[in-house]
């Protein structure tokens, strides 16, 4: 498909233009007139050269979108109408491309949802599926309203996460900086001073250690580097097979401290996508087949099949949820409750909002206690690489003063 800007003239004589993704001009206008539109302008858009990351879209342009949406649709606007609008007001060209392309399939007959499908880089199969529900259940504007929430909650759980890492990244990486420079320029200009004085055959333990490693460095640097790089491509190439990816994701949630974090997060959003869908109409048995697609954890994806298999048997949810050995009890506790209650949707967006704010609270700790095991183990290297400098001067201005 290519776009086409085009000009065209209502009954009444209004000028109307637009852009529209057609195959030729001939669609375009059988697709203007079947608008009661007489075209007297169409022309072929340049291609312009783009490079997108990801889906292009960013999570503010998707939330922004479904939210004003949601008012059109609350409004009586016609979704073609709405779509219209919208991709006219979107900044983002690759957005409006796409929206462009799901207004087309909308006027051709496809519903809002199979249309939203073609575009899966974009509208995700939790989004897809909460917009089929609410096509069904005629309630397309609350579900939208509930999308737009559940996408800002999910977007603040993942800024929390990555601003965690932010501070440990930026000190390992000056870290590795300082420890080359010592190792490579410092510590090699400190040798050089000691064998000028005389004193490189009679240098302390400490001090000839770190030469050692000092001179490992520097002479076998291209075998050095190569192994890091080997190592790096080694994990990389473990972690995509189904194997290694399912050990390290077991690793990462038995890890003191990190894997209790990582614990509380994969609640926090089993719950929330699954209290979202569920409070949509979406089946149970498809609304945890779409959470275990978004898990983000290959353990917790197969607990929550498990629990789905044994669903599809006749079973409750909180049997199996616990025999997984990866919510905690009291997580299985409440939804048990949920269950016998008939408010599963509103227990699940409880234990959400609180696991939230335990994730609050275990961000900030692991935080606050990497920080201090950051700083303890770069002072103590570089410590221990000045103490190792000086000692050969302390020692030769010994000798000077007892001469």
């Keep these: 498909m290519a776009e086409f800007v085009w000009e065209a003239r209502s009954r009444t004589g209004e000028l109307k233009k637009g852009v529209m993704d057609a195959d030729d001009e001939n669609a375009v206008q059988t697709r203007l007139r ?5 075209p007297t302008k169409i022309k072929k858009r340049a291609a312009a050269f783009s490079f997108t990351i990801g889906s292009g879209v960013s999570t503010k342009d998707l939330v922004t979108f479904t939210r004003l949406f949601a008012t059109m649709i609350d409004a009586g606007l016609p979704i073609v109408q709405c779509l219209d609008i919208l991709c006219n007001q979107t900044d983002n060209r690759h957005f409006a491309t796409v929206l462009r392309d799901v207004k087309a399939n909308v006027e051709q007959g496809a519903t809002f949802s199979d249309s939203l499908r073609r575009h899966p880089k974009v509208f995700d199969p939790l ?17 939208l309203q509930r999308l737009a929430i559940y996408i800002e ?6 800024r929390q996460v990555r601003g965690a890492m932010v501070y440990p990244s930026a000190v390992g990486v ?7 420079i010592l190792l490579g320029w410092v510590i090699p200009s400190f040798k050089n001073i000691f064998k000028d004085l005389g004193s490189s055959d009679e240098l302390p333990w400490l001090t000839q250690v770190v030469v050692t490693v000092s001179e490992a460095f520097v002479g076998y640097f291209p075998l050095v580097f190569l192994g890091f790089v080997g190592a790096a491509v080694t994990l990389v ?16 949630l038995k890890m003191p401290v990190v894997g209790d974090v990582l614990r509380k997060i994969a ?19 498809d ?28 079973k409750n949810m909180a049997g199996p949820l ?22 599963l949707d509103a227990m699940l967006s409880k234990i959400a909002d609180f696991y939230e704010e335990e994730v609050d609270v275990a961000v900030a700790a692991l935080t606050s206690l990497i920080e201090p095991i950051m700083m303890v183990t770069i002072g103590g290297t570089v410590g221990v690489v000045l103490i190792a400098m000086y000692l050969p001067i302390f020692s030769i201005a010994g000798k000077i003063k007892a001469d």
């Design 322 to 343: 616990l025999e997984t050995n990866v919510f905690p009890p009291m997580v299985v506790q409440m939804v048990g409750v949920g269950e016998q209650t008939g408010a």
């Design 287 to 314: 609304a945890l087949e779409i959470v275990a697609k978004t898990a983000g954890n290959v353990i917790v994806e197969e607990g929550i099949m498990y629990a789905r298999a044994k669903i599809s048997e006749g």
């Design 153 to 158: 909650k999910a977007m603040k759980l993942k």
């Design 127 to 143: 989004y897809v599926n909460l917009v089929q529900a609410g096509e069904v259940g005629g309630i397309l504007d609350t579900i």
């Design 237 to 252: 190439y473990l972690y995509r097979t189904p194997a290694g990816k399912k050990f390290f994701h077991r690793m990462l």
């Design 174 to 180: 000056i870290f590795c900086g300082v420890l080359g």
């Design 34 to 38: 079947s608008q009661q539109l007489m």
């Design 267 to 285: 609640v926090a959003r089993f719950t929330r996508t699954l209290g979202t869908l569920l409070a949509s109409g979406v089946p149970i048995l």
